[in-house]
C-alpha cells in the first residue's frame, strides 16, 4: 500500500494512543474527585468541574460513569501525586505530574525517560520556582465591569482580568481560587460557557530550541507521554509542537 498508507497508519496509532492517555488521565482524576467529595455531581464541585473538562476533550460518557460507578461500589484504589522536576537540552526544564497508584513504577518510568534524552531529575524546587501556578477561566458574555462585580458579590480576589481582542474575559487568580471564580461568574451568567478554566503551570520566561537540542527534547517529551502514569508535561519551551492538531 506504499509510504502513504504507512504513514496514515501511524498517525492513526498515535492517535489511539492519544485518546487512551486522555481517557486514563481524566478516569483517576474523576475517580479521586469523586472519592474524595462523593460521587454526585451536583454537590462536588470538584468533580463537577472536571467532567465539564473531561466532556470538553471529548472523553466518552461511559468513562466517565465507569469511574463514578466504581467509588459508587466501594473500590478502594489510592492514587498519589507526584511532581517531577528536570532540565533538559540547552536550558529547557520541565515539571512533569503524575497520579498513580504505585509511586516505584512512576519512578521507575519517568527515571529512565530523562536519562535515555541525555536530561537529568532535579531535586524537589529545582525547576517549580520558575513557574508560576494559577487558575485560569476565560469565557464571552460579560463586560469586564460585570466580572468584577460578579468577583465582588462572590467575595472572591482576582490577581488580574482582562478582556481579550475576541471579546473574551480572562481572569487569573490564585489555585486555590478557582472553584470559587467559576461559581460567582455562573451566578451572574447561569448559562456561560468557559473557553477555558483551569489550572495553568505557566514558564515565567520561555526558550526556543534548534537542531539537536529539539531532537533531544522532542525524544524527552516522547518517552515521557509513554509513560503510563504521566498525567500532565509542563515545559517552557515555545516552539515544541505537541501535535495536538492532529
Not at 466517565?64 to 526544564?93: C, H, M, W
Not at 541525555?118 to 477561566?137: M, R
Not at 475576541?166 to 451566578?187: C, F, H, L, M, R
Amino acid at each position: 500500500m506504499g509510504r502513504a498508507h504507512e504513514v496514515r497508519k501511524a498517525s492513526m496509532a498515535a492517535t489511539a494512543a492519544k485518546k487512551t492517555k486522555i481517557y486514563s488521565y481524566y478516569g483517576k482524576e474523576i475517580y479521586q474527585a469523586a472519592k474524595s467529595g462523593g460521587p454526585d455531581p451536583d454537590a462536588n464541585l470538584s468533580l463537577r468541574a472536571i467532567i465539564n473538562k473531561a466532556k470538553k476533550d471529548q472523553v466518552p460518557s461511559h468513562v466517565i460513569n465507569n469511574a463514578i460507578d466504581r467509588v459508587k461500589s466501594g473500590a478502594t484504589d489510592n492514587y498519589d501525586s507526584l511532581q517531577f522536576e528536570g532540565f533538559g537540552p540547552n536550558g529547557s526544564t520541565l515539571i512533569v505530574k503524575c497520579l498513580t497508584d504505585n509511586v516505584n513504577r512512576t519512578i521507575s518510568q519517568v527515571r529512565p525517560a530523562f536519562t535515555k534524552a541525555h536530561s537529568k531529575l532535579g531535586a524537589e524546587g529545582s525547576v517549580s520556582y520558575l513557574y508560576n501556578v494559577e487558575a485560569v477561566v476565560q469565557f464571552k458574555g460579560l463586560s469586564e465591569e460585570d466580572a468584577l462585580d460578579a468577583l465582588i458579590e462572590g467575595e472572591v480576589d482576582a490577581k488580574d482580568i482582562e478582556t481579550l481582542d475576541d471579546g473574551s474575559i480572562k481572569i487569573t487568580g490564585e489555585p486555590t481560587d478557582y472553584n470559587n471564580i467559576k461559581v460567582a461568574i455562573q451566578a451572574k451568567l447561569p448559562k456561560v460557557e468557559f473557553d477555558i478554566d483551569e489550572i495553568q503551570t505557566i514558564p515565567t520566561e520561555t526558550i526556543e530550541l534548534e537542531g539537536e537540542d529539539m531532537d533531544l527534547f522532542e525524544r524527552l517529551m516522547n518517552l515521557l507521554n509513554d509513560c503510563e502514569d504521566v498525567d500532565q508535561v509542563y515545559h517552557n519551551v515555545s516552539n515544541y509542537n505537541d501535535g495536538e492538531e492532529e
